[in-house]
């Protein structure tokens, strides 16, 4: 519809002119509305909505929990689904938010970190994901996180991995890499990308302490 087009194509605005916060809130908003309500392609964890014209919205929502956690199967998922988005001609951008109204990606599920056994299974994993988000990065069409709510951790290191990053300013929101506070280093490619978009004083400052930006 026209209505939608126009959605997406004020969310990318807003991504070229680093558009006011208060400004962005409002159009989050208008946007958040619209990409709740129409058919999309859908696995359980992610939905891949094709309905506004050449921009793919895909969406995480853990429909089992209230907040949204990576595990392996939404990793493997996201894998897919993003697979669909970058072969499909029809699509020359790619939104990433969330379905949940207040948060992002919560972090990494602790249970699959616990359910490591060895060192090479740790290992494993953390390669993995650094494959996911290296695809990601490498995209050759543009990825925008929108963010609103908590976004840590490995959620953190999604939205780092994308190439434009807008949330809104809601008290809910806040951005950090708090795995830290676990003996826990980002384990995604986090520590080298936190540094190239901030600083190495504050990535590190946010790294070693676990804070959260608000």
């Known amino acids: 519809t026209?209505?939608?087009n126009m959605a997406s194509v004020r969310l990318l605005s807003a991504v070229r002119s680093s558009c006011r916060t208060a400004i962005f809130q409002r159009k989050f908003?208008?946007?958040?509305?619209?990409?709740?309500?129409?058919?999309?392609?859908?696995?359980?964890?992610?939905?891949?909505?094709?309905?506004?014209?050449?921009?793919?919205?895909?969406r995480f929502d853990n429909p089992d929990a209230k907040v949204n956690t990576l595990n392996?199967?939404?990793?493997?998922?996201?894998?897919?689904?993003?697979?669909?988005?970058?072969?499909?001609?029809?699509?020359k951008a790619v939104v990433v938010i969330s379905g949940k109204s207040d948060n992002f990606i919560a972090g990494a599920d602790i249970k699959m970190i616990e359910s490591c056994k060895s060192l090479e299974e740790v290992k494993e994993l953390s390669q993995k994901g650094q494959a996911a988000f290296s695809q990601l990065e490498s995209s050759s069409k543009p990825i925008v996180a929108a963010i609103k709510g908590t976004?840590?951790?490995?959620?953190?290191?999604?939205?780092?991995?994308?190439h434009y990053r807008i949330a809104v300013a809601d008290k809910k929101t806040g951005l950090g890499v708090p795995e830290v506070m676990l003996g826990l280093l980002p384990g995604a490619g986090g520590t080298?990308?936190?540094?190239?978009?901030?600083?190495?004083?504050?990535?590190?400052?946010?790294?070693?302490?676990g804070k959260t930006i608000r």
């Open 151 to 162: 976004c840590l951790g490995g959620g953190l290191e999604v939205a780092l991995a994308c």
């Open 29 to 58: 908003q208008c946007l958040d509305r619209h990409f709740s309500s129409s058919s999309v392609m859908a696995a359980k964890y992610l939905k891949l909505d094709p309905k506004y014209g050449d921009v793919a919205v895909i």
């Open 192 to 209: 080298v990308r936190l540094p190239k978009l901030l600083n190495i004083p504050t990535a590190l400052d946010m790294m070693l302490t």
């Open 2 to 4: 026209a209505s939608s």
């Open 72 to 91: 392996r199967e939404m990793q493997s998922e996201f894998l897919e689904v993003m697979s669909e988005a970058q072969e499909n001609p029809a699509f």
